[in-house]
């Protein structure tokens, strides 16, 4: 067992769709590729990038009737026909939030397969991160003959007015009616069963996973954590938790994990609101869903809002444009956007999320039921904006100094309201971000802290364009005038002269 991994403050963390990642790896050196056959370059390239964290997604032993689900709906093949014509009944995996059991998938590798990748990456300062899924397993879950009460079961009568909800399993000559796993605000998923987190035998065996998983990574993505939170566990389940041995327990599952298992990094995929308290119950990072979408629909002043919120909250969350349960950000943003969404969320607060793809440009989405998607080119002007982007966001100034939120003040328009601005410090070293999040050009008056009467000149150089202003200290202080072009987005240097 490898020594724990620390990441840095406000680390980075790269994300890789594995089971893809391999099959492509596999055309490119005409072989079969488990993780033992990575090239070491991959883990080297991925060094370089500055990241700190990566999340192998995908590395568990999916289902094969979830398989089977994903080869016999009509809407995944609609789906499949649009991101690979050609594909073939080969190509369909199975969705990896399916599973057969948290065990390695024989395509992917085995433990000693995930052990080796791990010293890689702790060889080069970086931690591996895995998957936890919490609310559900796959349908042909060993668990569902062995432990069939670990699961929301319900009558007949109920199974039979919503049969697409549930589904059945035959267990010592009778018939028992299993949920599917599901978020109250769509459809159930149909490959997965329903865990019932109100049954303490539920609870001691996904902690022992936990345990398990815990021996060869350094932290867990943990899928809609925010389902196993008692109250929404009862709001969504309580009408089919009849068994009087199930009540709502007195602690919360979460507080119980991450007591148990200490030292291990816990991030939570989390929505509706629940980002303050999952963070309470011991996570150490949560997703920023809400500031994805301000950035997408909302207007700027929303954004800078929302970045008003208490730091030790925002050093908590996980910032990001892109992952595999969005749309690609360049799809998403559009080009002119993108690049200012971008530089805006890099060099924030917290946990900065990159997934496989985006910082070459790629559109398509590829669905997790499916190993490839027809061939796409790499966008040169997004592959050099993040070039220039991602070894200034990795200096130590972003990870180790002092965050300040801007006022951007009007200067002879209104348009400053467009600009979200922000700075950081360390030593004598300083950095503001600037970016123009609307479709037209904007201008404002930014001031800076009276720390910077220091010197009585700075140099400023935006590393994004090469751009050099001279500034007084009085000036810093009075407040500089900055103008940005639409969707422009600005990363200075500040250094005294």
């Known amino acids: 067992m490898s020594a724990k991994f620390i990441p840095r403050e406000n680390p980075e963390i790269y994300e890789i769709n594995t089971g893809a990642w391999l099959y492509e790896l596999s055309l490119l050196l005409g072989k079969p590729v488990r993780l033992r056959d990575v090239p070491s370059t991959e883990w080297d390239r991925l060094k370089a990038l500055g990241m700190d964290l990566v999340w192998l997604m995908g590395v568990w032993n999916r289902s094969r009737l979830g398989r089977q689900v994903s080869l016999n709906e009509a809407s995944f093949h609609h789906l499949f026909d649009t991101v690979c014509p050609d594909w073939g009944s080969q190509d369909v995996v199975g969705s990896c939030y399916s599973l057969n059991s948290h065990e390695p998938d024989p395509s992917i590798g085995t433990w000693e397969d995930i052990d080796q990748v791990r010293t890689a990456l702790h060889q080069r300062n970086m931690g591996l991160v895995l998957d936890f899924i919490p609310n559900h397993t796959g349908i042909d879950h060993n668990w569902l ?47 997965t069963a329903q865990l019932n987190y109100f049954n303490p035998a539920t609870r001691k065996a996904m902690i022992q996973v936990i345990e398990k998983i815990a021996l060869h990574c350094d932290g867990i993505r943990c899928d809609m954590a925010m389902l196993a939170i008692n109250p929404i566990f009862q709001r969504i389940w309580g009408w089919a938790n009849k068994n009087p041995a199930y009540v709502m327990p007195s602690q919360e599952f979460w507080a119980q994990a991450t007591q148990r ?25 949560v997703y920023d869903k809400r500031l994805y979408e301000r950035l997408r629909n909302a207007a700027p002043r929303e954004v800078y809002l929302h970045l008003k919120a ?39 607060p917290g946990m900065k999320l990159y997934f496989q793809g985006q910082l070459e440009g790629k559109q398509i989405r590829q669905p997790l039921q499916i190993r490839r998607t027809r061939p796409e080119p790499v966008n040169p002007e997004i592959r050099d904006f993040y070039a220039k982007l ?24 209104p348009t400053a309201e467009n600009l979200v601005a922000y700075s950081w410090k360390l030593g004598d070293s300083a950095r ?25 000149n700075y140099e400023m150089t935006d590393i994004l364009s090469g751009q050099k202003s001279l500034q007084s200290a009085q000036m810093m202080h009075s407040g500089i005038i900055l103008k940005l072009q639409a969707y422009q987005g600005q990363l200075w240097e500040i250094a005294s002269v």
């Open 261 to 285: 298992v200490p030292g291990l990094v816990f991030i939570a995929e989390a929505y509706w609101d629940t980002e303050w308290t999952l963070q309470q119950l011991g996570f150490d990072f």
């Open 390 to 413: 991602l070894p200034a966001v990795n200096q130590e100034i972003f990870h180790r100094g002092t965050w300040h939120l801007l006022e951007v003040f009007p200067e002879s328009d």
């Open 145 to 191: 003959i062995e432990h069939p009460d670990y699961y929301i079961q319900v009558a007949e009568d109920q199974y039979q007015k919503d049969k697409p909800a549930f589904f059945t399993v035959d267990h010592n000559g009778q018939t028992l009616f299993i949920a599917h796993g599901r978020d109250p605000n769509f459809p159930p998923w149909t490959d």
């Open 432 to 456: 503001l971000i600037v970016t123009n999040l609307s479709g037209n050009p904007s201008q404002g008056r930014i001031s800076f802290p009276d720390e910077f009467a220091k010197f009585p």
């Open 310 to 348: 208490d730091l030790p909250y925002q050093r908590k969350l996980v910032r990001f444009i892109e992952n595999h349960d969005e749309l690609r950000s360049l799809t998403a943003f559009g080009p002119g956007k993108v690049k200012a969404a971008a530089t805006l969320f890099s060099a924030l």
